[in-house]
Protein backbone atom coordinates (compact mmCIF):
# COMPACT_ATOMS: atom_id res chain seq x y z
CA UNK A 1 0.00 0.00 0.00
CA UNK A 2 0.79 3.41 -0.58
CA UNK A 3 2.32 5.33 2.90
CA UNK A 4 1.59 8.52 4.45
CA UNK A 5 3.29 11.60 1.61
CA UNK A 6 4.06 14.85 2.93
CA UNK A 7 5.11 17.94 1.21
CA UNK A 8 7.10 20.29 1.47
CA UNK A 9 10.15 17.93 2.86
CA UNK A 10 12.00 21.10 3.62
CA UNK A 11 11.20 24.63 4.44
CA UNK A 12 13.08 27.99 5.59
CA UNK A 13 11.24 30.82 6.23
CA UNK A 14 11.91 34.18 8.38
CA UNK A 15 9.74 34.92 11.37
CA UNK A 16 6.53 36.34 11.30
CA UNK A 17 6.50 34.83 7.51
CA UNK A 18 3.82 31.87 6.80
CA UNK A 19 3.97 28.29 6.21
CA UNK A 20 1.71 25.58 5.64
CA UNK A 21 2.45 21.81 5.18
CA UNK A 22 0.39 19.22 3.54
CA UNK A 23 -0.27 15.66 4.50
CA UNK A 24 -2.19 13.18 2.40
CA UNK A 25 -2.52 10.17 4.62
CA UNK A 26 -3.08 6.11 4.06
CA UNK A 27 -6.09 5.22 1.78
CA UNK A 28 -8.82 3.96 4.30
CA UNK A 29 -7.48 5.62 7.25
CA UNK A 30 -9.61 7.30 8.97
CA UNK A 31 -7.53 8.95 11.43
CA UNK A 32 -5.06 11.52 10.92
CA UNK A 33 -2.60 13.40 13.09
CA UNK A 34 -0.48 15.82 13.29
CA UNK A 35 2.91 15.86 15.47
CA UNK A 36 5.69 18.36 15.82
CA UNK A 37 8.79 16.95 16.50
CA UNK A 38 11.48 19.21 18.27
CA UNK A 39 15.36 17.80 17.82
CA UNK A 40 16.20 15.51 20.54
CA UNK A 41 12.70 15.86 21.90
CA UNK A 42 9.70 12.70 21.06
CA UNK A 43 6.65 13.52 18.31
CA UNK A 44 4.31 15.96 20.27
CA UNK A 45 0.61 15.64 18.98
CA UNK A 46 -0.91 18.95 17.76
CA UNK A 47 -4.01 17.74 16.51
CA UNK A 48 -5.91 14.54 15.65
CA UNK A 49 -8.46 14.22 13.26
CA UNK A 50 -11.47 11.65 12.99
CA UNK A 51 -12.42 11.63 9.48
CA UNK A 52 -12.73 15.61 9.22
CA UNK A 53 -13.99 16.43 12.80
CA UNK A 54 -11.08 17.19 14.95
CA UNK A 55 -10.85 14.79 18.40
CA UNK A 56 -8.31 16.28 20.22
CA UNK A 57 -6.52 19.63 19.63
CA UNK A 58 -5.82 20.81 23.37
CA UNK A 59 -2.11 21.12 21.94
CA UNK A 60 -2.83 23.63 18.85
CA UNK A 61 -1.14 27.08 19.47
CA UNK A 62 -4.80 28.12 18.21
CA UNK A 63 -2.96 31.65 17.84
CA UNK A 64 -0.87 31.01 15.06
CA UNK A 65 -1.33 27.30 13.84
CA UNK A 66 -4.69 26.70 12.19
CA UNK A 67 -4.97 22.45 10.59
CA UNK A 68 -8.06 21.60 8.12
CA UNK A 69 -8.92 18.55 7.09
CA UNK A 70 -11.04 18.49 3.99
CA UNK A 71 -13.56 15.63 2.96
CA UNK A 72 -11.96 13.71 5.11
CA UNK A 73 -9.03 12.83 3.45
CA UNK A 74 -5.92 15.45 2.78
CA UNK A 75 -5.39 17.81 5.59
CA UNK A 76 -3.09 20.74 5.74
CA UNK A 77 -1.42 22.56 9.05
CA UNK A 78 -0.78 26.40 8.62
CA UNK A 79 1.77 27.76 10.60
CA UNK A 80 1.14 32.37 10.82
CA UNK A 81 3.03 33.96 11.77
CA UNK A 82 6.13 31.84 12.30
CA UNK A 83 7.80 32.18 15.93
CA UNK A 84 12.19 30.64 15.85
CA UNK A 85 10.73 28.25 18.41
CA UNK A 86 8.77 26.73 15.85
CA UNK A 87 11.55 25.14 14.13
CA UNK A 88 10.89 21.38 14.12
CA UNK A 89 10.06 18.41 12.22
CA UNK A 90 6.18 18.51 11.57
CA UNK A 91 5.00 14.71 10.90
CA UNK A 92 1.68 13.56 9.72
CA UNK A 93 0.38 9.81 10.36
CA UNK A 94 -2.46 8.22 10.11
CA UNK A 95 -4.25 4.72 11.69
CA UNK A 96 -6.73 2.62 10.38
CA UNK A 97 -9.86 1.97 12.86
CA UNK A 98 -11.03 -1.07 15.00
CA UNK A 99 -8.30 -3.54 16.35
CA UNK A 100 -5.15 -1.59 14.86
CA UNK A 101 -6.53 1.54 16.16
CA UNK A 102 -3.76 3.82 17.60
CA UNK A 103 -1.01 1.98 14.96
CA UNK A 104 0.40 4.82 13.73
CA UNK A 105 1.53 5.16 9.80
CA UNK A 106 4.44 8.35 9.77
CA UNK A 107 5.14 10.31 6.79
CA UNK A 108 8.88 11.43 5.93
CA UNK A 109 7.82 14.65 7.91
CA UNK A 110 8.42 18.30 6.84
CA UNK A 111 11.89 19.99 8.10
CA UNK A 112 11.02 23.73 9.03
CA UNK A 113 13.72 26.05 10.09
CA UNK A 114 12.94 29.36 10.97
CA UNK A 115 15.33 32.17 10.66
CA UNK B 1 -3.09 13.53 32.59
CA UNK B 2 -0.88 10.62 30.20
CA UNK B 3 2.83 10.74 30.12
CA UNK B 4 5.51 8.66 29.29
CA UNK B 5 9.00 8.48 30.35
CA UNK B 6 12.34 6.87 29.05
CA UNK B 7 15.16 6.20 31.11
CA UNK B 8 18.29 6.41 28.81
CA UNK B 9 18.82 9.90 26.88
CA UNK B 10 21.57 7.85 25.04
CA UNK B 11 22.75 4.51 25.11
CA UNK B 12 26.28 3.05 23.47
CA UNK B 13 26.51 -0.76 22.76
CA UNK B 14 29.07 -2.77 21.21
CA UNK B 15 27.46 -5.84 18.27
CA UNK B 16 26.08 -8.97 20.69
CA UNK B 17 25.73 -7.43 23.64
CA UNK B 18 22.22 -7.09 25.18
CA UNK B 19 19.66 -4.83 25.17
CA UNK B 20 17.34 -3.28 27.67
CA UNK B 21 15.46 0.38 26.81
CA UNK B 22 13.51 1.49 29.69
CA UNK B 23 9.84 2.81 29.24
CA UNK B 24 7.29 4.05 32.10
CA UNK B 25 4.05 5.40 31.60
CA UNK B 26 1.18 7.20 33.41
CA UNK B 27 -2.42 6.45 32.73
CA UNK B 28 -5.34 6.26 34.46
CA UNK B 29 -7.39 3.73 32.34
CA UNK B 30 -6.40 0.37 30.33
CA UNK B 31 -3.44 1.17 27.84
CA UNK B 32 -2.48 0.20 24.35
CA UNK B 33 1.71 0.18 24.57
CA UNK B 34 4.18 0.77 21.70
CA UNK B 35 7.45 0.67 20.53
CA UNK B 36 8.35 2.86 17.73
CA UNK B 37 11.85 3.08 15.68
CA UNK B 38 13.39 6.17 13.76
CA UNK B 39 16.75 4.63 11.54
CA UNK B 40 18.92 7.25 10.19
CA UNK B 41 17.11 9.02 7.30
CA UNK B 42 14.05 6.55 7.87
CA UNK B 43 10.75 7.80 9.17
CA UNK B 44 8.97 6.47 12.31
CA UNK B 45 7.78 2.75 12.01
CA UNK B 46 6.38 0.57 14.40
CA UNK B 47 8.50 -1.94 16.20
CA UNK B 48 5.85 -3.95 18.65
CA UNK B 49 2.62 -3.27 20.21
CA UNK B 50 0.76 -4.46 23.51
CA UNK B 51 -3.25 -4.02 23.32
CA UNK B 52 -3.81 -7.26 25.48
CA UNK B 53 -3.48 -10.70 26.43
CA UNK B 54 -0.08 -11.85 26.78
CA UNK B 55 2.35 -9.37 28.53
CA UNK B 56 4.92 -10.64 26.59
CA UNK B 57 5.28 -9.38 23.01
CA UNK B 58 7.38 -10.19 19.70
CA UNK B 59 8.01 -7.43 17.25
CA UNK B 60 10.12 -7.22 14.13
CA UNK B 61 14.17 -8.08 14.22
CA UNK B 62 14.25 -9.88 17.37
CA UNK B 63 12.89 -7.33 19.60
CA UNK B 64 10.35 -8.01 22.38
CA UNK B 65 8.87 -5.84 25.57
CA UNK B 66 7.14 -6.99 28.55
CA UNK B 67 4.16 -5.37 30.05
CA UNK B 68 4.04 -5.29 33.49
CA UNK B 69 1.15 -3.81 34.84
CA UNK B 70 1.75 -3.40 38.39
CA UNK B 71 5.16 -0.99 37.19
CA UNK B 72 3.63 1.00 34.46
CA UNK B 73 6.19 -0.12 32.50
CA UNK B 74 6.93 -1.61 29.01
CA UNK B 75 10.47 -2.19 28.47
CA UNK B 76 12.36 -3.19 25.24
CA UNK B 77 14.47 -6.08 25.24
CA UNK B 78 16.65 -7.35 22.27
CA UNK B 79 19.45 -10.63 23.45
CA UNK B 80 22.11 -9.43 20.74
CA UNK B 81 22.21 -6.21 19.46
CA UNK B 82 24.04 -5.36 15.71
CA UNK B 83 24.81 -2.26 14.19
CA UNK B 84 21.82 -2.18 12.07
CA UNK B 85 19.89 -1.58 15.50
CA UNK B 86 21.48 1.63 15.77
CA UNK B 87 18.21 4.21 15.61
CA UNK B 88 16.50 6.11 17.66
CA UNK B 89 13.56 4.49 19.98
CA UNK B 90 10.53 6.24 21.15
CA UNK B 91 7.98 4.38 23.29
CA UNK B 92 4.53 5.48 23.44
CA UNK B 93 1.08 4.72 24.84
CA UNK B 94 -2.90 5.44 24.64
CA UNK B 95 -6.10 5.23 26.20
CA UNK B 96 -8.03 2.22 25.05
CA UNK B 97 -10.72 3.71 23.25
CA UNK B 98 -11.34 4.37 19.89
CA UNK B 99 -9.81 7.96 19.32
CA UNK B 100 -7.46 8.09 22.14
CA UNK B 101 -4.57 9.92 21.14
CA UNK B 102 -1.02 8.59 21.02
CA UNK B 103 1.39 10.35 23.70
CA UNK B 104 5.17 9.46 22.85
CA UNK B 105 7.77 9.60 25.41
CA UNK B 106 11.55 11.41 24.57
CA UNK B 107 13.12 9.25 22.87
CA UNK B 108 15.89 6.97 23.15
CA UNK B 109 19.38 6.90 20.46
CA UNK B 110 20.71 3.42 20.41
CA UNK B 111 24.13 3.50 18.96
CA UNK B 112 25.96 0.04 18.37
CA UNK B 113 29.22 0.30 17.56
CA UNK B 114 30.52 -2.65 15.25
Known amino acids: EAGVAQSPRYKIIEKRQSVAFWCNPISGHATLYWYQQILGQGPKLLIQFQNNGVVDDSQLPKDRFSAERLKGVDSTLKIQPAKLEDSAVYLC?????????????FGEGSRLTVL | AQSVSQHNHHVILSEAASLELGCNYS??????LFWYVQYPGQHLQLLLK??????LVKGIKGFEAEFIKSKFSFNLRKPSVQWSDTAEYFCAVRGSASYDKVIFGPGTSLSVIP
Open chain 1, 93 to 105: ASSPAGVRAGELF
Open chain 2, 27 to 32: YGGTVN
Open chain 2, 50 to 55: YFSGDP
